[in-house]
């Protein structure tokens, strides 16, 4: 099956699509972004990649697999990078607002939340869509997404394990197969020898009952033959 076109790839997988931002300030980001995406759709093109039977789709689940456990991986790092540093950039800006507090306690209220609307205006100006920036960089977005993947790396570990066990059965098959193949093979032989040493048998008992026949024949032509030299003597005898 051919790759998703971008219309249907966005229908599909909106939660990748609609998350989109173009940082300006981070190159980090940038960059841990546009691999991200890459990674992405390698694996949304190996996992929408089918096949006509289901030998072919174990046979490319087989082969994908190491690159889709790869893929996950290294992208479940990079969420994790993202979010630590995240995480720390944060605490930077909270420990900052709270000096800028205690210094200007009439100018900068005391309470910090990075939900409230006032993170969406920070550094607003150096983003392309001010929107998606509280989006992406939402805490609690941002676990599920890890969460997403770490349930997605243990399906394809429980995949991997039945792929894997079917495996070893068909292994611990072959032999038995193997062991009824030549049993059969024996069989057959055995058969084909029964066949021959009946045949040879039939043969035998023809044979038998022709020489029997034979030497029937023979004794009665005796038997007649003493009758007709015993009846000579009897018969002089008579007429002496």
Same mark, same amino acid.
Request: avoid cysteine.
């Given at each position: 099956?051919?790759?998703?076109?971008?219309?249907?790839?966005?229908?599909?997988?909106?939660?990748?699509?609609?998350?989109?931002?173009?940082?300006?300030?981070?190159?980090? #980001?940038?960059?841990?972004?546009?691999?991200?995406?890459?990674?992405?759709?390698?694996?949304?093109?190996?996992?929408?990649?089918?096949?006509?039977?289901?030998?072919?789709?174990?046979?490319?689940?087989?082969?994908?697999?190491?690159?889709?456990?790869?893929?996950?991986?290294?992208?479940?790092?990079?969420?994790?990078?993202?979010?630590?540093?995240?995480?720390?950039?944060?605490?930077?800006?909270?420990?900052?607002?709270?000096?800028?507090?205690?210094?200007?306690?009439?100018?900068?209220? #005391?309470?910090?939340?990075?939900?409230?609307?006032?993170?969406?205006?920070?550094?607003?100006?150096?983003?392309?869509?001010?929107?998606?920036?509280?989006?992406?960089?939402?805490?609690?977005?941002?676990?599920?997404?890890?969460?997403?993947?770490?349930?997605?790396?243990?399906?394809?570990?429980? #995949?991997?394990?039945?792929?894997?066990?079917?495996?070893?059965?068909?292994?611990?098959?072959?032999?038995?197969?193997?062991?009824?193949?030549?049993?059969?093979?024996?069989?057959?032989?055995?058969?084909?020898?029964?066949?021959?040493?009946?045949?040879?048998?039939?043969?035998?008992?023809?044979?038998?009952?022709?020489?029997?026949?034979?030497?029937?024949?023979?004794?009665?032509?005796?038997?007649?033959?003493?009758?007709?030299?015993?009846?000579?003597? #009897?018969?002089?005898?008579?007429?002496?």
């Amino acid at each position: 099956m051919a790759a998703l076109t971008q219309s249907g790839s966005r229908r599909k997988y909106s939660w990748w699509w609609d998350s989109h931002i173009s940082p300006k300030n981070s190159k980090w #980001l940038k960059e841990n972004l546009t691999d991200m995406d890459s990674k992405i759709k390698s694996m949304i093109k190996i996992i929408e990649e089918d096949a006509d039977s289901f030998a072919k789709r174990a046979e490319m689940y087989y082969r994908a697999r190491p690159e889709l456990m790869s893929l996950v991986e290294e992208t479940y790092r990079a969420y994790r990078a993202l979010a630590e540093r995240y995480d720390h950039a944060t605490g930077a800006l909270r420990q900052a607002h709270r000096t800028m507090a205690e210094a200007f306690p009439d100018q900068v209220p #005391l309470d910090f939340n990075d939900d409230d609307d006032d993170v969406d205006d920070y550094g607003s100006g150096d983003v392309d869509d001010g929107d998606d920036v509280p989006h992406f960089f939402n805490p609690a977005d941002l676990q599920k997404q890890v969460k997403d993947f770490e349930i997605l790396q243990k399906e394809i570990l429980r #995949l991997s394990q039945e792929n894997e066990g079917l495996r070893i059965q068909i292994e611990k098959g072959q032999p038995e197969a193997m062991n009824l193949k030549e049993t059969l093979s024996k069989l057959e032989a055995e058969k084909e020898a029964a066949l021959l040493q009946s045949k040879e048998s039939s043969d035998r008992l023809n044979s038998l009952k022709s020489e029997i026949s034979h030497t029937q024949e023979e004794f009665n032509k005796l038997k007649e033959e003493m009758q007709l030299k015993l009846q000579g003597p #009897l018969q002089y005898s008579r007429e002496v």
